[in-house]
């Protein structure tokens, strides 16, 4: 099984809500990502979970706040988004290293209104 | 700092023809690997292949083949006998190491999209 679920699939917020989107994987893997991705352009890497424990942040703004709460759950907590945060965030495991695919979910696609 | 660079925007073909898109990838490591995803209007990304820098046999996976030329740091894809399905982004990728810890960081090519027409 290579699946990688996420929740809510959509998802419409104001500039002062707080949300958070879910992510889960019951493959065993030791990394966990979360992309951004606008529009006809490639995934932007967030945030990068190894082992459970916040391995990269890809100068993130504050609003964007990751937990990893077990080696199966990914979550993204919003706060004060901005418009021009809204996009596809996917969510992503692999077993590891560089040499290793990456599987993804099937996004959340947010809006900021 | 790596590169990969998929020069084709957008391809256009009909039912049952050949496509190729390409893939041009920029290292400095001696061993390095590279895939292949599908983006279909859906959003999901769809791993294809991982191909590592030191295998150089081409690939088959049915309709699907790719061809790893690493004098020319190419690593194209081809569909043969095109179908409407296949109908999506495409991107090539390149992988490293984040540190000392697993995981890896993408640096993806633009994206290149396909649309099979009846």
């Known amino acids: 099984d290579t699946e990688v679920t996420q929740t809510p699939k959509h998802l419409v917020m104001g500039m002062t809500n707080k949300k958070s989107l879910k992510c889960e994987q019951h493959?065993?893997?030791?990394?966990m990502y979360w992309y951004k991705q606008k529009a006809k352009k490639p995934p932007e890497l967030m945030f990068v979970?190894?082992?459970?424990?916040?391995?990269i942040n890809e100068s993130v703004p504050s609003r964007f706040s990751p937990e990893c709460p077990n080696s199966s759950l990914l979550n993204l907590h919003l706060h004060a988004l901005q418009p021009e945060d809204s996009a596809l965030y996917l969510c992503?495991?692999?077993?590891?290293?560089?040499?290793?695919?990456?599987?993804f979910g099937p996004g959340t696609r947010l809006t900021v209104t | 700092a790596q590169k990969v660079t998929q020069a084709q925007t957008e391809i256009s073909v009909v039912e049952k023809e050949d496509v190729t898109l390409d893939c041009v990838y920029e290292t400095r490591d001696t061993t390095y690997y590279l895939f292949w995803y599908k983006q279909p209007p859906s959003g999901e990304l769809v791993f294809l292949i991982r191909r590592n820098s030191f295998d150089e046999q081409n690939e088959i996976s049915g309709r699907y083949s790719w061809n790893f030329q690493k004098s020319t740091s190419s690593f194209n894809f081809t569909i043969t006998a095109s179908q409407v399905v296949d109908s999506a982004v495409y991107f090539c990728a390149l992988s490293e190491e984040v540190g000392e810890t697993s995981g890896s960081r993408l640096t993806f090519g633009e994206g290149t999209q396909l649309t099979v027409n009846p």
């Open positions: 493959m065993g893997h030791r990394a």
């Open positions: 979970y190894s082992y459970e424990k916040l391995s």
């Open positions: 992503a495991s692999s077993q590891g290293g560089r040499a290793y695919e990456q599987y």
